[in-house]
């Protein structure tokens, strides 16, 4: 199950789709690029718009816990 992969730590360059809904919903994909230098429960998470190059990525700092609760309520899928 991805919730279980996600909290156990092993999730590491996998794809994402990811909706936000800060100003409608948006999708966004990205790359959980790994969890933070000790912060076990924060992962580093590169996002871009789905039509924009990844070259215009951006990084961001999530907690598991709130990826874990995005799977549950469907806004987050692994690839």
């Given at each position: 199950?991805d919730?279980?992969?996600?909290?156990?730590?092993?999730?590491?360059?996998?794809?994402i789709?990811?909706?936000?809904?800060?100003?409608?919903?948006?999708?966004?994909?990205?790359?959980?690029?790994?969890?933070?230098?000790?912060?076990?429960?924060?992962?580093?998470?590169?996002?871009?718009?789905?039509?924009?190059?990844?070259?215009?990525?951006?990084?961001?700092?999530?907690?598991?816990?709130?990826?874990a609760?995005?799977?549950?309520?469907?806004?987050l899928?692994?690839?």
């Amino acid at each position: 199950m991805d919730v279980q992969e996600l909290l156990s730590g092993k999730v590491v360059d996998r794809l994402i789709c990811h909706y936000w809904y800060s100003a409608g919903p948006v999708l966004y994909s990205g790359r959980v690029k790994g969890l933070q230098k000790g912060m076990k429960d924060v992962y580093l998470v590169n996002y871009w718009l789905d039509d924009e190059d990844k070259s215009r990525r951006v990084d961001y700092d999530m907690s598991k816990y709130q990826l874990a609760c995005d799977i549950l309520f469907k806004d987050l899928t692994l690839l």
